[in-house]
Nanobody
Framework: QVQLVESGGGLVQAGGSLRLGCAAS????????MGWFRQAPGKEREFVAS????????YYSDSVKGRFTIFRDDAKNTVFLQMNSLNAEDTAVYYC??????????????WGQGTQVTVSS
């Protein structure tokens, strides 16, 4: 059974940084792409970033490009999202996902439970 467990969310001031982590278990981590999505109150879930199975390819939404970095540590079965220069529009529940393709619009097989990120202005 695949499990994805996010961590690292919290309250941060505008301009600050946070690093989210997502620990995966249940199947061979290094075979799969990983992604981060977010959902703000009253809005639909949106793509944030993704990374290919071998780390060789990444995608970012326009809203986070240049501020967020996704990377993976296969030895720890964990994907990370480094978030810098945070602003109030980044406030959301952040979810990690695992799938067979890192394409943002691909089907993601498994999802975590989410972690709250709140940016105070």
């Amino acid at each position: 059974q695949v499990q994805l467990v996010e961590s690292g969310g919290g309250l941060v001031q505008a301009g600050g940084s946070l690093r989210l982590g997502c620990a995966a278990s249940g199947r061979t981590f290094s075979w799969y792409a990983m992604g981060w999505f977010r959902q703000a109150p009253g809005k639909e879930r949106e793509f944030v970033a993704s990374i290919s199975w071998n780390g060789g390819g990444t995608y970012y939404s326009d809203s986070v490009k240049g501020r967020f970095t996704i990377f993976r540590d296969d030895a720890k079965n964990t994907v990370f999202l480094q978030m810098n220069s945070l602003n109030a529009e980044d406030t959301a529940v952040y979810y990690c996902a695992q799938g067979r393709s890192s394409q943002p619009t691909s089907t993601w097989d498994y999802w975590g439970q989410g972690t709250q990120v709140t940016v105070s202005s």
